[in-house]
C-alpha cells in the first residue's frame, strides 16, 4: 500500500467533484437549510436557561441526517461510474494496485462528506457561544459525526465496486442507509410489539347507588377514606399483551442517530432532564431496556392506592441505571462497512476471471 499513490488516486476524485456546478449547489442549499433550522431551533429553546446546548444538538443532527441523504449520490457510483466512462480501466494498468483504488475513492468520499459537515461549522460556533454547550459534548459529537460520515462514504464506495449499475448501487446504498436509519425504528417497533407479555390488571372500586351516591354502612354518602364504612364492589381482573421493547432495544444500536446520542455526554438540570436532544433521545432508547410492570392494582377502598405514589423516574436516573450500546451499534457498522470494501476488491481486482454481462472495460 503506497500513500502517495493512494492520495493521487483521491485528489483525482476531488478534483473531479469539485469542478462540477451541482457540488457549489449543494453547498449552498445545505447551507440555507442549516441557517433555517438553527433559526427555528433559538425560537424554540429561547425559553431555556442556556439555549446553546439544545441548539447545537439541533445543528448536529440536521447535519447528520443531510449527511446520510447526500452522501450516497456521492459515493454510490464512484467505481461502476468510472467503469462505465471508461476511466477506470487505464488507471487499473498503471501501479495502482486495487485497493489504493478502492481505499482513495474511499477517503475521497470520506472528505467529500465532511465538506458538508464543515458548512454546518459555523451554525455551531453561534450556538456554542449562546452557553451551555460542554466541551466533551462537542468532541463526542463531532467525532461521532465525522466517523459516521465515513462509514456511510465506505459503504457508498464498496456497494459501486460490487455492483454493475451505478443507478442501482446508489439505489442499493440509499437502501443500506435507510435500513440503519429506519428499519432498525420499524423492526424495534413491530417485532417489540409481536413479542408481548401477558400483564394482569385487578382493580376495585367503591360501590354508589342508582344515582351516583357512595354506598356506606352507616347510610351516609360521604365515606370516602373511611375503610371500615365504605362498601366496595368485587374484585375485577382484566388481562391484556405488554409489548416487550426491553427484549429487543439492542436493533437500536446500529441506528447512527442512537449511536450519536448515546455515545455523547449529557448534561441535567436540577430536575434530572436533559438540556439538549442528544440527552432526550439517549433517555428515551434506554427507557427500552426497563422491563415493564406486568401486574397493577388499584383498590378504590384503600387509601394507600390513591395516596401520593412513587414518582416516575427521571432521565437522570434511567439514564444512570442502563447501559450504553453505542460502542456496539458503531462495531456493527465498521464490520459491515469493511466486508463490503472486502468484496468490492475481490469485484475489482485484476486481472478478473468473470465479469458482469455487459460491462464495460474500456
Request: glycine letters at 10%; proline letters at 5%; hydrophobic letters at 50%.
Amino acid at each position: 500500500m503506497n500513500g502517495g499513490r493512494l492520495w493521487t488516486i483521491a485528489r483525482l476524485e476531488l478534483l473531479q467533484r469539485v469542478r462540477t456546478v451541482s457540488w457549489y449547489v449543494l453547498l449552498g442549499v445545505f447551507a440555507l437549510v442549516l441557517i433555517g433550522v438553527t433559526g427555528l431551533a433559538f425560537l424554540s429553546f429561547g425559553g431555556w436557561e442556556q439555549s446553546g446546548a439544545g441548539v447545537y444538538s439541533v445543528v448536529v443532527y440536521v447535519t447528520l441526517l443531510l449527511v446520510l441523504l447526500v452522501s450516497p449520490t456521492l459515493s454510490g457510483n464512484s467505481i461502476n461510474g468510472d467503469r462505465d466512462a471508461a476511466t477506470l480501466a487505464p488507471v487499473q494498468v498503471t501501479l495502482a494496485t486495487t485497493g489504493e483504488i478502492l481505499l482513495g475513492k474511499f477517503v475521497a468520499a470520506w472528505i467529500t462528506g465532511l465538506a458538508f459537515a464543515l458548512v454546518a461549522v459555523p451554525f455551531l460556533i453561534v450556538a456554542t457561544f449562546a452557553g451551555g454547550v460542554l466541551p466533551w459534548t462537542i468532541l463526542t459529537s463531532l467525532a461521532i459525526l465525522v466517523i459516521e460520515t465515513g462509514i456511510i462514504a465506505a459503504i457508498g464506495v464498496a456497494l459501486s465496486g460490487i455492483l454493475a449499475r451505478p443507478l442501482f448501487s446508489v439505489a442499493v446504498t440509499y437502501l443500506v442507509v435507510a435500513a440503519l436509519a429506519v428499519g432498525t425504528l420499524i423492526g424495534f417497533g413491530l417485532i417489540g410489539s409481536a413479542v408481548s407479555s401477558e400483564a394482569v390488571s385487578k382493580s376495585r372500586y367503591a360501590a354508589t347507588d342508582a344515582y351516583g351516591n357512595m354506598e356506606c354502612r352507616d347510610g351516609s354518602d360521604s365515606c370516602y377514606g373511611d375503610v371500615e364504612n365504605m362498601v366496595c364492589d368485587d374484585w375485577q381482573t382484566t388481562t391484556y399483551r405488554m409489548p416487550r421493547y426491553d427484549y429487543v432495544w439492542w436493533m437500536l444500536s446500529a441506528n447512527p442517530f442512537v449511536i450519536l446520542a448515546d455515545a455523547t455526554p449529557t448534561n441535567f438540570d436540577t430536575y434530572g432532564n436533559p438540556d439538549d436532544m442528544f440527552g432526550w433521545i439517549k433517555s428515551g432508547v434506554r427507557s427500552a431496556q426497563l422491563s415493564p410492570p406486568l401486574e397493577s392494582t388499584w383498590d378504590d377502598c384503600d387509601p394507600a392506592s390513591y395516596g401520593p405514589g412513587e414518582d416516575s423516574p427521571t432521565p437522570e436516573q434511567i439514564i444512570a441505571e442502563t447501559v450504553p450500546s453505542w460502542f456496539v451499534g458503531l462495531g456493527v457498522q465498521v464490520v459491515l462497512a469493511a466486508l463490503l470494501l472486502w468484496w468490492a476488491w475481490l469485484r475489482t481486482r485484476t486481472p478478473a476471471r468473470t465479469l458482469p454481462p455487459g460491462t464495460r472495460i474500456a
